[in-house]
């Protein structure tokens, strides 16, 4: 069965600071992968996406993820984050072999301070 | 452009009971999955419903059934409601005739809250 990792629960950072999610999945075949965001109050958006090609993937809102294959990660970052990021992050996996379901991560809660 | 709906916003039931939501998909979008996501966790996949069947079903008990309807909208049923199903119940849609099977767009999500 697929599993997704999120290191991280909860991740305060100041306005303008970097910001890295990390996120492993357990799955050794074909996959495709994503990160969603959930402002407060509102519903679960897609941020950016991997289906193939370049692993360096650029997303809304100045997000960018990359595919590491050898090591079963999909880090999202972003390089100067804004009180408007605050929100909870996550990561999200579908085996392409015939699987349509999305097995998520639990999840991470970035707070930004302003 | 419509998005995913999803009725009612909110609900309140007692043990034993039995509930049904609803949810319409993203203009022309074909293929329906619901979620569930407990309080501090990511969304747990219940099942998908493509041409009115249930085509893929994750580890919910029976108690967990659909229906999806000519016009492509569906209804989650949860029987003999237990304190443990209290959770934001999501639904997303997604588009195999497009090919974009693999892309789901979320709903705002039901509250149930069990007593």
């Known amino acids: 069965a697929q599993s997704v990792s999120q290191h991280n629960h909860h991740v305060i950072l100041s306005e303008a600071a970097s910001l890295e999610l990390g996120c492993n999945y357990s799955?050794?075949?074909?996959?495709?992968l994503f990160w969603y965001v959930q402002y407060p109050g509102q519903h679960l958006q897609l941020l950016l996406k991997?289906?193939?090609?370049?692993?360096l993937v650029k997303g809304i809102k100045g997000f960018e993820a990359e595919f590491i294959k050898s090591k079963f990660s999909f880090n999202l970052r972003k390089p100067s984050v804004q009180w408007s990021d605050t929100a909870e992050y996550f990561c999200?996996?579908?085996?392409?072999?015939?699987?349509?379901?999305?097995?998520f991560g639990a999840g991470t809660t970035v707070t930004v301070r302003a | 452009d419509a998005g995913v709906t999803q009725s009612p916003t909110h609900l309140i039931k007692t043990r034993g009971q039995q509930v049904t939501l609803r949810c319409s998909p993203k203009?022309?979008?074909?293929?329906v999955s619901w979620y569930q996501q407990a309080l501090g966790q990511g969304p747990q996949f219940i099942f998908q419903?493509?041409?009115?069947?249930?085509?893929q079903r994750g580890n919910f008990p029976d108690r967990f059934s659909g229906h999806q309807f000519p016009n492509y909208s569906s209804e989650l049923n949860v029987n003999a409601l237990l304190l443990g199903d209290s959770a934001l119940y999501l639904c997303?849609?997604?588009?195999?005739?497009?090919?974009?099977?693999?892309?789901?767009?979320f709903g705002p999500g039901t509250r149930l809250t069990v007593t």
């Open positions: 997303a849609s997604s588009s195999l005739g497009q090919g974009e099977i693999y892309e789901q767009y």
């Open positions: 799955y050794g075949g074909t996959v495709n």
């Open positions: 991997y289906f193939s090609g370049d692993p």
């Open positions: 999200a996996v579908n085996a392409r072999s015939n699987d349509y379901k999305l097995s």
């Open positions: 203009s022309g979008h074909d293929t």
């Open positions: 419903y493509y041409e009115e069947e249930e085509r």
